[in-house]
């Protein structure tokens, strides 16, 4: 069975300074990983995937996150926060093969960004 | 441009009464899903069709009833019968029958207030 652990349910950071929402996740296979963002009272946005290629993905808005497989980790980063980064992030798995269930969502991690 | 649209945004329900929360998407996607969304709580799964005229439920089925007669339309209905209905609900639409590899496109949401 797949599963996502968001270690964090909330991160707050300075303007300028580095992001680092973390993700652990649990697949009977190689799994599909994503991250999406949500502001307040809006849909969620795809901001990466990860599919069994490349393991370190870049995404929208200049995040990137890393899939380590010893770790059992994709840790979502961005160099330097900005204002508008301030939202929910949702770390998410799907496995592969496909197991005939729909992804599974992580708890989220709401990131406050400080001026 | 394609996209999924949930309507309304905003709903009231008086206690005691079904309301139907609409989801149309025009990206030509097999699969639908239907999420509920509580603060610190992520997102959590009603109800998922991976095909027309087929659906089944998720985690919390209960209080909620589907139906996917066109490929495009996957209304969900909230009966009297939920007992904490106030939420934000999330339809979502993939390509394949459960996003592997591709992700789920989400509509906008629709915020339910029972008064």
């Known amino acids: 069975a797949q599963s996502v652990t968001q270690l964090d349910s909330h991160v ?35 901001l990466l995937k990860y599919t069994s290629a490349a393991t370190l993905v870049k995404g929208i808005n200049g995040f990137e996150a890393e899939f380590k497989k010893s ?43 400080i001026a | 441009d394609g996209g999924i649209t949930q309507s309304p945004k905003y709903l009231f329900r008086k206690e005691g009464q079904n309301v ?6 025009n990206l030509n996607h097999d699969a639908m899903y239907w ?41 969900l209905t909230v009966t009297s019968a939920q007992k904490n209905p106030t939420a934000f609900y999330l339809c979502a639409s993939s390509r394949s029958g459960q996003g592997f590899n591709y992700g789920y496109t989400f509509g906008s949401g629709t915020r339910l207030t029972v008064v």
């Open chain 1, 12 to 46: 707050s950071v300075s303007e300028g300074t580095p992001v680092l929402l973390r993700c652990n996740y649990s697949s009977s296979y190689s799994p599909s990983l994503f991250w999406y963002v949500q502001h307040p009272n809006k849909g969620l946005q795809l």
């Open chain 2, 20 to 25: 139907t929360l609409s989801c149309e998407q």
């Open chain 1, 71 to 113: 770790e059992t980790s994709f840790h979502l980063t961005k160099p330097s926060a900005h204002m508008s980064d301030a939202a929910e992030y949702f770390c998410v798995v799907s496995d592969h093969p496909p197991s005939g269930t729909p992804l599974v969502f992580g708890k989220g991690t709401r990131l406050s960004v």
């Open chain 2, 35 to 75: 999420y509920r969304q509580d603060p610190g709580q992520g997102l959590r799964l009603i109800y998922y069709s991976q095909i027309v005229n087929d659906f089944q439920k998720g985690d919390i089925a209960e209080g909620y009833s589907v139906s996917r007669e066109k490929k495009e339309s996957f209304p």
